[in-house]
């Protein structure tokens, strides 16, 4: 099992994203602690989580970090969870690009 799957839509990806950060960046892949769960690629983000803040600026960010429009990128699960899953509407983006994001940290 991975973090991303194709859909008949596109691509749809499972993220844990940390709000509040000092900077936007991948973190890596986790695991999650739950049974059946599998996989997830981790964000760190700037925005806090209020008033969807933190969801627009993970939706940026990929669509930045991918050199997509930002309309290619939807939330489709976890509008109030740091557990989420986007959709990218782009079947031919690679979503392995994601981790050339990763921090230093």
């Given at each position: 099992?991975?973090?991303?799957?194709?859909?008949?839509a596109?691509?749809?990806?499972?993220l844990?994203?940390?709000?509040?950060a000092?900077?936007?960046?991948?973190?890596?892949?986790?695991e999650?602690g739950?049974?059946?769960k599998?996989?997830?690629?981790k964000?760190?983000?700037?925005a806090?989580?209020?008033?969807?803040?933190?969801?627009?600026?993970?939706?940026?960010?990929?669509?930045?970090?991918l050199?997509?429009?930002?309309?290619?990128?939807?939330?489709?699960?976890g509008?109030?969870?740091?557990?989420?899953?986007?959709?990218?509407?782009q079947?031919?983006v690679?979503?392995?690009?994601?981790?050339?994001?990763?921090?230093?940290?």
């Amino acid at each position: 099992m991975s973090w991303y799957r194709r859909s008949s839509a596109g691509w749809v990806l499972n993220l844990h994203v940390q709000p509040g950060a000092k900077h936007a960046a991948v973190v890596g892949v986790v695991e999650s602690g739950q049974p059946g769960k599998g996989p997830s690629l981790k964000l760190r983000i700037p925005a806090p989580a209020l008033e969807g803040r933190a969801n627009a600026a993970v939706l940026r960010f990929i669509a930045k970090t991918l050199d997509l429009p930002r309309q290619s990128v939807q939330l489709l699960r976890g509008e109030h969870s740091r557990d989420k899953q986007i959709l990218i509407t782009q079947p031919g983006v690679d979503p392995q690009r994601l981790l050339q994001a990763r921090g230093n940290d």
